[in-house]
């Protein structure tokens, strides 16, 4: 038997429309991506997909990106677990900064070693920055010296694969239709890790917002076809070659 893994990007943000680099700063979705998370639940409810358990993390944009879907299928009652092993990537000291301007001031390089390296880490963000989470209370439980300043890539699949491998695998050794509504660079390093991409080569993957990514794993959680399956093709390559482009104005 095969096992139901759904993945879905959170709608277009707020920042996501202004361009600007986010990571943990909890900004909420626009109308376009309460939109977006509304047509995830039609495509859900067309394929019969419909969720037993959701994961999220701890920022409102995937957790209304969730909500929405879940409402709009008729499963908002599901059980639901949250954690900051699905937030997205803290993007350090360029959370708040343009995405263009910062090309543009850095040039392409730097910029796409920050974005899209998988060990390069940007700048660390202060703890009394504008921007910073450090002493958000709901990060309480990570111990001070593991809580992220910055993280490129390669630190959000050392701390995601271990909540994958744990809690997302045992619902769906359970048998459950899982739902994950994370982000852009979570669910990269899902991917990464599901369809065992290189380093050099998840470079060039973006996941577009608000369009479900079906996973069927076999046994060893392997995918049966690797890359899934996007319920809207046309649409997901669209929304992650826009995705791809953000660095231009
Ligand atoms: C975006 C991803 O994250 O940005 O933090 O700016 O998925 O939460 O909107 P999301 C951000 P890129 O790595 O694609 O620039």
């Not at 479900?212 to 070659?241: C, F, I, M, N």
Request: aromatic residues 8%; charged residues 30%.
């Amino acid at each position: 038997m095969t096992a139901k893994l759904i993945l879905l990007r959170h709608g277009e943000s707020e920042w996501n429309s202004k361009n600007l680099f986010t990571g943990w700063v909890d900004v909420d979705l626009n109308e376009k991506g309460e939109g977006e998370a509304r047509h995830a639940a039609d495509l859900l409810k067309e394929e019969n997909l419909l969720p037993d358990v959701v994961h999220t993390s701890l920022l409102r944009r995937a957790i209304h990106t969730a909500y929405l879907a879940l409402d709009g299928c008729d499963r908002h009652w599901i059980p639901v677990r949250r954690s900051w092993r699905l937030n997205e990537r803290h993007y350090g000291a360029l959370q708040g900064l343009n995405k263009a301007e910062t090309k543009e001031k850095y040039g392409n390089d730097q910029f796409m070693a920050w974005r899209r390296s998988y060990d390069v880490r940007p700048p660390d963000l202060e703890h009394d920055g504008e921007y910073s989470q450090f002493n958000d209370p709901r990060y309480a439980d990570i111990p001070e010296a593991e809580r992220p300043v910055a993280e490129c890539l390669k630190d959000v699949v050392a701390r995601m694969v271990p909540y994958f491998t744990s809690d997302i695998a045992a619902d769906l050794a359970a048998g459950k239709t899982v739902l994950v509504a994370a982000h852009g660079n979570s669910l990269r390093a899902l991917v990464k890790h599901l369809d065992e991409i290189s380093d050099e080569d998840i470079a060039g993957l973006n996941i577009p917002t608000g369009i479900p990514l079906l996973y069927e794993l076999d046994d060893d959680l392997k995918p049966v076809t690797k890359g899934g399956r996007y319920l809207d093709p046309e649409a997901a390559a669209a929304g992650a070659k826009a995705v791809a482009n953000q660095g231009s104005k």
